[in-house]
């Protein structure tokens, strides 16, 4: 396992925010996982850090990382489940699936995800969301540093959301999904055709942590902020993109701080004019 001393986030954070913890774990097995708990229960967990905003510069606590480690999958071809550790990248999934012509993991191939985080957030595109496809979930509780598995209907996915995020005291450590035969040619192409689609919309060019906000019940965000004239609006190195305004921006030397001002703002903005409560999707560590 690989730890770092004073490391930095700041290619760790989409939004490639600069901010530094005391130490970084990277475990690349259960033991690891189990051994550092064993010693301390107070960590930040990060996947690939696509949906967080780091809001301090210096965090005196511990990180537990999974990008680019624990990251072992396995395609049952006979059963057309593939298994994933929580590191493994949902890019890599969609793309196996694709390799041994599995369907159903389309919409993942454009997701910027670990595994783990996937199921924290139940990420979805318009096509598909991860409740679909997630058959089960293996976990480390840390109430008994027991290790469990919990099928999906008990794992209260709901549209961004699942039973992970209210409860802080669970490590995800592998999941299984289960797919279904399709033709390699045609998989493909729906995966490229969502990207293309997505890339055209969204400002990719920036770094960002996608949709700031879930979407409210019968509005869509982007054409409520674009109304309130808040396209473009800037708060240090942060802006509201003038691409799509569901998405916050950094332009080189935004801190967490410069984003949830502009998060504060909008917030406040849209109760008044609309009376809705925006919520944010986005992790605030
Ligand atoms: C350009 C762009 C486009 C995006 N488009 C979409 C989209 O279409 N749909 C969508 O749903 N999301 C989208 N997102 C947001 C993001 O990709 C998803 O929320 C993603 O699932 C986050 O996964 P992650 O591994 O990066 O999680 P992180 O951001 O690292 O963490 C998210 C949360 O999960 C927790 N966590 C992570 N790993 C574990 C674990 N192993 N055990 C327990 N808790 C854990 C973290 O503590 C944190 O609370 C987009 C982001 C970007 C940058």
Known sequence: MKVYQDFSLKFYNAYQIEAICKKAFFPESEADIIK?????????????????????????????????NFNTLKVDQTTSI????????????????????LSGAEFFYDIPSSV???????????EGETKKILSKVRYLD????????????????????????????????????????????????IMEASKA??????PREFPNCGSVYKRPPGRFV????????????????????????????NLGDATGQDILSII????????T?????????QRII
């Not at 905003?53 to 210096?58: D, F, L, R």
């Not at 783990?116 to 318009?126: E, F, I, L, S, Y």
């Not at 982007?222 to 921006?249: N, T």
Request: hydrophobic residues 35%; charged residues 30%; proline residues 1%.
């Open 36 to 68: 550092l708990y064993k010693n301390n229960q107070d960590y930040i967990l990060l996947g690939s850090g696509h949906n967080i905003i780091c809001s301090k510069p210096y965090y005196d606590k511990d990180f537990i990382i999974f990008n680019g």
């Open 82 to 101: 593939i298994e994933a550790e929580a590191g493994v990248t949902i890019y890599e999934v969609s793309n196996e699936a694709q390799k041994y012509s």
């Open 116 to 126: 783990g985080g996937a199921v924290v957030m139940n990420a979805g595109t318009k």
């Open 142 to 189: 840390l109430v008994d540093m027991h290790i469990k598995e919990k099928h999906n209907e008990d794992l209260q996915l709901t549209y961004r959301n699942s039973v992970f995020q209210r409860q802080k005291d669970k490590v995800i450590l592998k999941a299984w999904f289960q797919l279904k035969k399709g033709d390699a040619e045609e998989i493909k192409a």
């Open 197 to 202: 689609r997505r890339w055209e919309k969204q």
């Open 222 to 249: 982007g054409p409520m902020l674009d109304e309130l004239g808040l396209k473009g609006y800037r708060v240090g190195g942060a802006e509201i993109s003038k691409k799509h305004s569901g998405f916050i921006i």
């Open 264 to 271: 504060e703002h909008t917030r406040e903005q849209v109760k």
């Open 273 to 281: 004019a609309f009376g809705v409560d925006l919520e944010v999707e």
